[in-house]
């Protein structure tokens, strides 16, 4: 079956330091992969996504590089801001039927000043 | 401007109460869902649809009900309301692009 397997929060960091927040899978077939993130009160939003192998996702400075050999899709920033505090959900859409997406248990960060 | 909508955003209620959640996305997507986001923020699909068809039903009670009157809405209907339905509920849509996107929420509460 699919599922995802997230690093457990809280995350707490200080302005500028470095973020990896990591995220394992278990798929059938070839998922694609996706960070959401959601800030406080707000719905998710698209961070970044990659579609297959070897590909790597980026947007406002995260990052993540789809590992088949590893499963893992790992999420990275070089210096976190205190904008980055929400809470991120790693998340894969299985190839077949409906492209549902699995959700991992999400990792809530917060960074502070 | 939205491209997926919810309302109500708040919604808070008694236990037993029947209640209504409308979607609504203006993406032209030909896929919608809903998914429950609990208190401690897990996200679980529960229903997705494709040109107005139920194509995947998770284990979730019958006392939910999904209605589709076209392709640009995915209401969602809850009868008897029970505690356990507190949570957050996000619509969802998707066009063939394997990207989904999520509507703001709807805040749930029973009393």
């Known amino acids: 079956g699919n599922s995802v397997t997230q690093m457990e929060g809280p995350v707490t960091l200080s302005e500028e330091a470095f973020l990896t927040i990591n995220c394992t899978y278990t798929?059938?077939?070839?998922?694609?992969l996706f960070w959401y993130v959601q800030y406080p009160g707000e719905g998710l939003q698209l961070l970044l996504k990659?579609?297959?192998?070897?590909d790597k996702g980026s947007n406002k400075g995260f990052e993540a590089t789809y590992r088949k050999e590893t499963t893992s899709f790992h999420l990275e920033k070089g210096s976190v801001q205190v904008s980055d505090s929400a809470v991120y959900f790693c998340?894969?859409?299985?190839?077949?039927?409906?492209?549902?997406?699995?959700f991992g248990t999400g990792t809530r960060l917060t960074v502070i000043p | 401007d939205t491209a997926v909508s919810q309302t109500p955003k708040y919604l808070v209620t008694q236990m037993g109460n029947d209640k209504s959640i409308k979607c609504e996305q203006n993406?032209?997507?030909?896929?919608m869902y809903w998914y429950k986001q609990d208190s401690k923020k897990f996200l679980k699909i529960m229903f997705s649809?494709?040109?107005?068809?139920?194509?995947i039903n998770e284990t979730v009670p019958n006392r939910f009900s999904p209605k589709s009157p076209d392709k640009a809405h995915l209401n969602l209907h809850i009868n008897s309301l029970e505690l356990g339905d507190s949570a957050v509920y996000f619509c969802?849509?998707?066009?063939?692009?394997?990207?989904?996107?999520f509507g703001p929420g709807t805040r749930l509460l029973v009393l």
């Open positions: 990659a579609t297959k192998a070897d």
């Open positions: 649809y494709n040109n107005k068809e139920l194509i």
């Open positions: 969802a849509s998707r066009a063939g692009t394997e990207t989904q996107y």
């Open positions: 998340a894969l859409s299985d190839s077949l039927g409906a492209n549902n997406l699995f």
């Open positions: 993406l032209g997507h030909d896929t």
């Open positions: 798929a059938t077939g070839y998922p694609s």
